[in-house]
């Protein structure tokens, strides 16, 4: 969410988290904006303002993404899950700090029936105050991003702000529709080494020769003061991206893989075999270390018979090439399965600053 508002015009501030990790790669990424490590079960909207050093007058809009797996299809659906409360919570520091607009994001599972009390009672508590615009689901791969992920955003502008909805999710003018899955790769290195697992052996050459409005959003349209220095300037100069680490598969599992057919998942670890004219399946994000610590199942490679690398798994999510994640493997994974695509998050960004701004 940071680098699409950042994208459509908006200077990043903040960004918050009690994921230690997720606060690290964002801070590599955003290095002018303030990152402060908090419960938002716990935090209030003073305390906020003041690690920030911020006055609620000068937040345009806050965006929030609660954790989605007590509403995800693919985990429990658990009504009572802990983690559905933090939707409320969210909703309470938007009432406490007023912002001219809101965007939250979430899995389509929100809207089931079962949580629609949950989803109604938090929405209430800025009822009165916001103008709430009606859930609405995106598909990613509709708007330049090669996946399939959709998910689900709730958009509110305040009252007293001027702003104008119009027709606010309007379909784009000009198809948006993202490249299929070998176009997406190309230019990736397609052989990795399983041994490559520490950051230097991760750190690959890529040769970008296609062009369009994804390739140019891969490996450019930096905002101002976004971007790790260090590696943006390797990536600039050199072409060098991070991330190309490799998985060590068994000859049994090797073999498995290379058999199975494009859009096939194996029967044992339920990997599925990308298609190189579709789209990537939704990445997922595997658990925290409180959780299991387990890793979530990957996409194999449409050429070689081995998961992909966080690389390739941020390319397929939309991500540019220069981009940072956490210096691990899981991790990095988990923060691309946890995140929303940039492209879908400027997409929606772009129309919020839009109704701010007219006139």
């Known amino acids: 969410m940071s680098l699409g508002a950042a994208r459509a015009g908006f200077k990043v501030v903040a960004g918050i988290d009690r994921d230690e990790r997720a606060l690290r790669a964002h801070t590599s990424n955003f ?68 912002p001219r607009a809101f965007v939250l994001e979430n899995v389509p599972g929100i809207l089931n029936e079962q949580y629609a009390t949950i989803l109604a009672d938090a929405i209430s508590i800025v009822g009165e105050s916001y103008d709430v615009l009606k859930p609405h689901t995106l598909t990613a791969f509709e708007l330049g991003a090669p996946t399939l992920r959709r998910r689900v955003f709730i958009v509110g502008f305040l009252n007293t702000t001027p702003h104008f909805v119009g027709d606010f999710w309007s379909k784009p003018k000009k198809s948006q529709r993202a490249p299929i899955v070998r176009h997406a790769l190309c230019g ?87 298609d190189p004219d579709g789209y990537c399946p939704t990445l997922r994000a595997g658990t925290g270390p409180d959780r299991g610590s387990f890793q979530a199942v990957r996409p194999i490679h449409h050429i070689r018979p081995r998961v992909i690398t966080p690389r390739e798994a941020a390319r397929l999510q939309g991500f540019p090439d220069w981009y940072q994640f956490d210096v691990t493997k899981w991790h990095s994974f988990r923060q691309i399965g946890n995140s929303v695509s940039p492209i879908v998050a400027e997409h929606v960004m772009k129309r919020v600053r839009r109704a701010l701004d007219h006139e």
């Open 31 to 98: 290095p002018k904006s303030k990152h402060l490590c908090l419960d938002l079960s716990k935090a209030t909207a003073n305390e906020i303002l003041q690690q920030s050093g911020l006055t609620a007058c000068e937040v345009d809009v806050i965006t929030g993404g609660p954790p989605c797996q007590g509403f995800s299809t693919m985990g429990k659906r658990d009504v009572e899950d802990t983690r559905n409360q933090l939707l409320s919570h969210f909703f309470r520091i938007v009432d406490e700090l007023k």
């Open 188 to 274: 990736l290195p397609a052989d990795i080494n399983p041994e490559w697992k520490n950051s230097g052996d991760g750190s690959r050459l890529v040769r970008v020769v296609r062009s369009g409005r994804f390739f140019a959003s891969a490996t450019g349209r930096v905002p101002a003061g976004v971007g790790n220095p260090e590696s943006l300037a390797s990536y600039q100069k050199s072409r060098v991206v991070t991330g190309c680490w490799g998985t060590k598969h068994s000859a049994d599992l090797t073999s498995r893989y290379a058999a199975l057919g494009a859009g096939k998942s194996d029967s044992k670890t339920k990997s599925m075999r990308l």
